[in-house]
């Protein structure tokens, strides 16, 4: 798969993509950055959506070359900036150049990291203009909380004040702060109540708490567990959703229980998990008879390797192999995106099934939604084994759910590796369409 390149020039590292868009970075001194569409227009400043989460990620477990120009990059920081942005996933070069301008920014960045990354960004996130976030940004840090909310036209009360504080740096998105905001505004008591006793709000509780049916199906003891994990995203959140989605349909309409620990959670995704491949291997037509009638057995002497049908990576192969007659059962349409040596498409029905046995998950009732064009699964094989569906929206394709083996969360490494792999693939399938 063709991916960005980078180098790393005089202090600063420029990312090219297939598509011509160039970006570059300079760190430190003097934070700044710029864009360009094609090779041979100017540069323009640019306030990117880069997080330094990225960076970081690029400059560990990217390929050598790559790797060693993130790393340079990340060299020019003090380790103190270095260190405390770290966990933000975007626009972290907006509070790069506060904390450069305000180094006591990074007492705020400790203290309050998801009020620090608000008043870096406070044009995206309040309504301020920009030449006003940009000139008073640098003062707000040493005002009263309550005064640099009501500057961002956030709630100011004292709780709302408390309820920031709590806020972690990887629940600190432009749409989790608008979220935030709305939920502070709705004068919904039990909402307020549940921030306000709340010791830590990451991203996957205020996913959780965004959405107010499943917020009725969680007790406060499930989000006080939800908030000491380590966050990765809203995922979990997702998987909270099928869940309750799916337990009338294997319990026979009964009402879903409310959620009162993850350890109750998991054991409940798993056991669903389970009913539901049952359940799919029972329509799984002609291809029920390359499946045993249960998921947790396997007839004597075979494995799920000879059991199920060998799974055709390269899908231009397999589908010219295949007999015509053949082909639309079998086989799903071509991947919309191109896999690379770590996430592979599953271009058949019986790898889709291998997929869901192997990683004790439900993709196997995804058969229609391939073939309908709704989704896209692969698998991922490293940094982490996980099993990974796209979805279509209106920039391309994007992450529908990542989980490794019996729905758990993948690591922040794994999360970061595969949003890298999206976007450097919908960028290069756009330049193809357009070069064709």
């Given amino acids: 798969m063709v991916r960005s390149s980078a180098s790393f020039e005089d202090r600063r590292l420029t990312i090219r993509w297939p598509s011509g868009r160039d970006l570059r970075l300079q760190a430190w001194p003097f934070p700044s950055a710029w864009t360009r569409a094609n090779p041979w227009d100017d540069w323009m400043p640019a306030q990117p959506a880069i997080g330094m989460m990225t960076i970081v990620t690029e400059a560990s477990y990217a390929n050598p070359g790559v790797r060693s120009t993130y790393r340079r990059l990340l060299a020019t920081l ?70 640099m909310l009501q500057w961002l036209s956030l709630p100011c009360t004292k709780s709302a004040v408390r309820i920031f504080a709590k806020v972690t740096a990887t629940a600190a998105t432009v749409a989790a702060l608008r979220g935030l905001r709305r939920l502070l505004k709705s004068n919904d008591d039990d909402v307020l109540k549940l921030l306000r006793h709340q010791s830590t709000i990451n991203a996957e509780v205020l996913a959780l708490l965004m959405n ?5 199906g969680v007790t406060p003891r499930f ?51 389970r009913r539901m491949i049952e359940r799919r ?7 029920r008879d390359l499946l045993p009638s249960s998921v947790n057995e396997l007839p004597a002497g075979e494995t799920w390797d000879t059991m199920v049908a060998p799974n055709p990576d390269d899908w231009h192969s397999a589908v010219g192999n295949a007999p015509t007659s053949s082909r639309t059962q079998r086989f799903f349409p071509k991947p919309p995106l191109p896999g690379n040596a770590n996430i592979v498409p599953l271009t058949s029905v019986s790898a889709l099934f291998d997929e869901s ?17 709704q989704t896209y699964i692969y698998r991922v094989l490293r940094p982490e084994r996980c099993t990974l569906s796209i979805v279509p929206d209106n920039r391309g394709w994007a992450l529908g759910e990542l989980y490794r083996s019996c729905n758990r969360l993948p690591s922040p490494r794994t999360t970061a590796a595969v949003r890298q792999w999206l976007r450097a693939a919908n960028t290069w399938t756009r330049a193809a369409a357009v070069g064709s």
Wanted: hydrophobic residues 40%.
């Fill in 357 to 373: 046995v192997r990683q004790r998950n439900c993709v196997n009732g995804y058969v229609s939604r391939v073939r309908a064009g």
């Fill in 281 to 287: 291997l029972a329509e799984a037509g002609p291809f």
């Fill in 212 to 216: 107010p049916e499943l917020r009725r």
């Fill in 78 to 147: 003090p380790r103190e900036p270095r260190e405390a942005l770290r966990p933000y996933p975007c626009y972290a070069w907006n509070l790069l150049r506060l904390v450069f301008r305000q180094p006591s920014a990074l007492e705020l960045v400790a203290d309050a990291p998801v009020l620090a990354f608000a008043i870096a960004n406070a044009s995206r996130v309040g309504y301020v203009r920009d030449d006003e976030a940009t000139a008073r940004a640098p003062t707000m840090v040493h005002k009263k909380r309550a005064e």
């Fill in 223 to 273: 989000l006080e567990e939800l908030g000491e994990i380590r966050s990765s995203g809203a995922y979990i959140v997702e998987r909270i959703n099928y869940t309750l989605r799916d337990y009338p349909i294997v319990y026979e309409g009964r009402r879903p229980p409310r959620l009162r620990s993850l350890e109750q959670f998991r054991a409940l995704s798993a056991d669903i998990g």
